[in-house]
């Protein structure tokens, strides 16, 4: 019997371990999605380039595109 419960203890033991390291994974997950939403917005901020014109002079097309 004091086998078993040696075992169950050491069992109980990981449970908490793992129990801890997924709580400690969801926290930070949240985290970091609470972290980088923030930057999401500054994409909405740069304009995007015209498209690149390959028509007359493509050189000076491309350096404005550039």
Known sequence: ????????AAENTECEK????????????????QI????????SA???PAP???TGNIAAHWKAFK
């Open 1 to 8: 019997m004091l086998e078993i419960a040696k075992i169950m």
């Open 18 to 33: 793992l129990s801890a390291a997924r709580k400690a994974d969801a926290i930070m997950t949240k985290r970091n999605a």
């Open 36 to 43: 980088t939403a923030p930057n999401l917005n500054m994409a």
């Open 46 to 48: 740069v304009n995007m």
């Open 52 to 54: 690149l014109t390959l």
